[in-house]
């Protein structure tokens, strides 16, 4: 097992002072209250990261020399916030380059675990920073780190500094895991820990409103723009074989943009002129190789470097005829046209890319439509800083399409890149900092069981809702991961870019029901109602009219069917969803909604059924046209919505063993087992649930189920809470069969759509559900407790009444329950198969299978097994 707490030093006098010469407002601070900072638990000062035999830190004071010139510090779990440094001695001005990142093996490459270039996400696109440091005093990092672990600072420059404190002010809120109103442990610590990775997760990936300032500062002088992934106009995503002017005025290192771009993180062109260096602000640890001084260097792709999965191709480098000088404005032109771009500095020819050998290597779908069509936006790369204004664009016929002076706050809106509006909870903290819609499917209910943070689940129908197209052919949609920064005010233009995955609508659907069911809250849903409405009919508009499943027009399910039509998981996830809408419905006295939402649900289930039940492989089809894949999907969904019989969800859940491979479950029987497969903990989330559901409701023998639940709880959650290099105290995106992160130093260590384990626990394994919405009544009945090899489990279920503290044990072959519920609510204690012996150490009457509890009254209730 590896550490879990977090320590938190109060240093309010400290953070008072925070700041950077270079801009005066660097020391801008968030509005939200928020824990003091966060601070390391341990450190080692050496000449490289040190995973093991880290020194207790406690805010100590140390030193960086010569000749042990690298601290590591490690935070013990996921953290986020903005870096600082108070250098309490130094002998001299120095510089020191700081590293960030989730995993250990980050600390020991060029990049740390970064750059995040997928979006712009208001914070630090680069995982490594270098800071001046020419007196004692505080520096802070004008960017916000969103999420990381371990950070390393390296003394660049001959001399010596001394510490006496460093540490994050925070930007999210996170607090020990068993000072959360919900909690959970068991005989089984591993279950314990995993319960525990959830909630630190929706904690670090959960933003309060007004927590996450812009990474563009509105200034007298133009745009301030510190080095970051280019954020892009959205007015300009019709545009082709345009001409794109601008000013700018390097204050350290170079410039940056983009033509032809897509939106979000601006896939295609991107440009950066770097300055002649000779300014006194020039880092010693600027690559000359990458970027040579008074140079040009042009990438396609995400940006000039490679980080995993995203990929740019070969650089190219033009000499500058002229000399780029620091503090001095420039005029830059950029003509898009059918052969290249022709770049022009203050007039004068500064370079011509030839388009056919820039995107040779290219993969179109995440650019624009063509490589000459799209919108533009700015960025310089990593520690550069630039001021930007007069930003025009002309059409080939010289008609002028845009201008803008880059002076107004109403740019940060039109860029994407404004304070975030909403408390919202986002995909990852570190990356891809979006608001993914169908992840909060599993977000809501870890939130429910843990933080109880309904702030955010309001802030989650804010956002989604006011995203809602209006009109057009996407009439209805929500964004599905519209990123954080970016306004509904141009949601028209965002359009389809950001409304893709029709399963992810579905999802909303289902968020909608279950929050009803577990907060029993109609009235933030009477709110919304005329959206939740909007948005079922334009879902209901993608069930085909022939076949009666979910397909047939112009949405995309990528997520739960591999993109095809006609599919089971998604279609099963219709089902369940309009079942629970049509609850919500009925509370609203919406009859006319509630019939069409239950008949819909019905005629689903019938057509799931009749045709994509498959005899010869003795499960559901993935789809019509794919009739021969095997999906945990397509297993998980059907069970969940009540589709399945008993036989088959016992014939699918046996099919699984097709599926696994090392450590987990493939998605698919169409993924080849190699050892970079990636095992994906959302689906296998799902699947978690319905193999308890499945016994519980279907009565599936526990021989079935329970291989596959003690594999999913005892050895593939597992992997990421002991694995100290791996460690965040957080649910990751991807597993590798080996059971390190499934995409490498990119893969997110601290995703919510990983959470699952920590609302099933809850609801099966301590066994607190509701009953009815809100938890009016609810039921304490633990499950397959001596199949899972537990003698006891207990914790705290919140509820809109107040908390639900629940324990059971094993002993001499009975099980002891002790519950208490709150006030204004009713409950019943039972267990399945067993009989009641004693109520409050009173023998029970003959017969007695469950026993009422009063809310406000505890009761202890012995069963024998």
Known sequence: MVPTALSILVVAPLLCSIGLALPAS???VPTTPQPAAYIPTAFYVGTSPVLGGLTNYSGRSFSLTETSPLVTLDYAAEVGGFPFFEVSSISGPSQIEVKYTEAFDGLNQPFADGPWTFSNGLANTFRTETFNITEPGIYSSFFNQGGLRWQAVRLLTNGEIQFSAVGLRPSVEIYPVDSLPGSFSASKQDYSGVWGLGARTVQAACVEAGSQPSTWEVTDQGMLIRGQQPAQSVNGTSFSNYTMSFSTKILRGGTGWRVAAGLGGGYGPYFVLTSDYDNESAFVNTNRTLMPPNSLIFGYGWSIVNQTTLTTGPTQTFAIPMRISEDEWYEISTEISASGFNVSVDGQPAAFILIDEAITWATPVFG???????TWGFGPFQDQIAYFRDVTVVAENGTRLYTNDLMSNSTLDEYGINTNKHSVCLDGPKRDRLIWTGDF?????????????????????????????DAGPGAGLVATDAPMGASSAYKEGYFPSFYPFVDYQIFVLDVVGQY?????????LRDYWSNITKLAAAVLAEVDPVTSLAGGGAGDFYFLAQGYFNATAPSALLHLSLQRLA????????????ALYSSTASNLSVAINARLWSDSIGTYSNALLDPNNYTLAAAAFPILAGIANTSQATSAISKLSILFHSIGYKDSSAVPSTNLTQ?????????LESLFVAHLNLDVAADVVVPVI???????WPKMLNQNQYYTGATWEYLYPDGSPGIGLYTSLSHPWGSAPTYVLSSYVLGVRPLEPGYKTWVFEPVLMLELGLQWAEGRVPTPYGTIEARWEIADGNVRMTVKGPSGTSGVCRLRGGKAREVNKRDADDDVHEVVVIGGERITVVFDT
């Not at 609850?583 to 509630?594: I, Q, R």
């Not at 003690?710 to 593939?716: H, I, Q, R, S, Y």
């Open 710 to 716: 003690t594999n999913l709880l005892d050895v593939f």
């Open 516 to 524: 009803y069911w577990y907060s029993g809250d109609i009235a933030i």
């Open 368 to 374: 624009s439509s063509s490589p000459t069509a799209g």
């Open 441 to 469: 499917a599993h977000t809501l209910r870890t939130v429910l069981a843990s933080t109880n943070r309904t702030d955010f689940i309001q802030g989650f129908f804010q956002n989604t809702f006011e995203w809602q197209l």
């Open 583 to 594: 609850g919500v419905a009925t509370a609203l006295n919406d009859s006319s909604a509630a």
């Open 679 to 687: 095992l994906s903990p959302n689906i296998q989330g799902f699947l």
């Open 26 to 28: 660097d020391s801008s």
